[in-house]
């Protein structure tokens, strides 16, 4: 039996996983209604909002009929990997289990963003791509253009792109012969010492860790007993299986093959995604290269609140980081919020499916402060420090310069939209690199750009400022020194670690105000008055005030002595002055999340 190991790839919403259930139903591994349920979708997140969050590995039987008459048996293994940049490294993942690749484009958007980014990661990857025009079935579908796109953008021949439409099957069969007949069988020496790539593992209550592996050199057997490369921990295998895809146990998975391994792992720190699973008795030499350490670039805080309590936040976030290696964490204190951890994500919406699934999956309820980005400080004897939040920039007196992360950033836009998008940039400090057009109707634009001010509200001015028809990939490209400044924030004489952001100077005085205005929106109003103020070193740079709750002290007189009354009143005022030395100001989520929104 032949083995085809590939990657669906392509920008959001392109149809990845639409053509992922159709190839398992036209390989008779599901039936019509699971067709119509998005089968890959595992998580309900992924259903509601209809994206790909996590690389789902397949494996299907196929009979190939070549063009000589014969019939071929062939194992395809599959990977449907995610769309949006936040999750590249998911991609990058799922390319090193594979030789092969499709790349799907829509027939009626095009090239887009993430089109050429996981295009370029599967040729640096060294994989043989089949480039595919999806949805050719509806009213708006060019797939003639759509093909000369690809051939200016991407270099692939316009006659090599197989049209089909994953909705209704068309092209279906074509594809599945090409990936039959184009891609190569997997590299490995089945005799070899066993080698076998952890790509992804889940955690299960009843059966411990659960990685999903791809075994390059030899084979892996029931009953075997294994070894970690990376942190030379031995185990016995308990069950091997195959997603196919509901799991299915075998007795072995072979070389080039995709399965899941089960061996009572119960320590989540003994199972590292890259590392190389290896035999006890006839241990390989050298581990696999694995991949990466993952870069990430926002960060910001989680705080247990309500009936959550520390240590449940923490296992949580362990279960978590086991299934995505690209999400960090460590234990961070704050004078108003108590313990809790310092989080580090790829990008905002990293964050929020992060912050969701912790919610769901486990239970829990969290604060979360403003995400920040990554800084580097030269301090004046010459070293550098990294510092994820304001908090830890350290004395001004011995920092040389503050440097910001720099991002290169690819914009696919209508020709029509240049000049407004050119705005965006430049306002927000883009450096131009170059213009490039894709036909008549669309342009490539590339900018360099800080990250901090893009993660904020950018993708959203992005679509509104396109129509909804611009795209974005970006990739870090190093730090680059900056005029930037610690704005603090005091709420009632206190300064609250947990609102300081890092700024560039000339904007530090109108963000203080915007934020001050959102903070003042957002916080109630005490029984004593509150002042707002934003500082950077020991200059106030803006300040406002939430009034007290007023009480009318002088409802129950009825005239009377003058006296009287100013007597009442001059108590309520020391009252009021007594409170404030003691009381303490209530801060709401929102208000943490305030500091987004002043970023406009």
Known sequence: MQIRNFSIVAHIDHGKSTLSDRLLMRAGAITEREFQNQMLYD??????????????????????????????QFMLNFIDTPGHVDFHYEVQKALQACEGAILVVDATQGVQAQTVANAYAAIEAGLEIIPVINKIDLPSADPIRVAEEIEQVLGFPAEDAILVS????????????????????????????????????????????????????????????IRFMGTEKTYQITELGKLMPRPKQVEKIGCGEVGYVIATIRELHDVRIGDTITLQENPASEPLPGYKPVQQMVFCDFYPTGKTQYDELRDAMEKLQLNDSSFSFAPESSDALGFGFRCGFLGLLHMEIIQERLEREFDIEVVQTAPTVTYEVLMTDGTIKRIDAPSELPNLTYVEEIREPFIRMNLIVPSDSVGAMMKLCEDRRGIYIKTEYIGATRVILEYEIPLAEVIYDFYDKLKSSTRGYGTMDYEVIGFRRGDLVKMDILVNGEKIDALSVIVHRSSAEQRGRKLLLRLKQEIDRHLFEIPLQAAVGGKIIARETIKSVGKNVLAKCYGGDVSRKRKLLEKQKEGKKRMKRVGSVDIPQKAFMAILEAGD
């Open 43 to 72: 998580m309900d997140l992924e259903r509601e909002r209809g994206i790909t969050i996590k690389a789902s590995a397949v494996t299907v039987h196929h009979e190939h009929t070549t063009s000589a008459g014969q019939k071929e």
């Open 166 to 225: 994953a909705k209704s099957g068309q092209g279906i069969d074509e594809l599945l012969a090409r990936l039959c007949e184009q891609l190569p069988g997997p590299r490995g020496n089945p005799s070899g010492p066993t080698r076998a790539l952890i790509f992804d593992s889940i955690y299960d209550d009843y059966r411990g860790v659960i990685a999903y592996v791809r075994v390059v050199d030899g084979e892996l057997c029931k009953g075997q007993k």
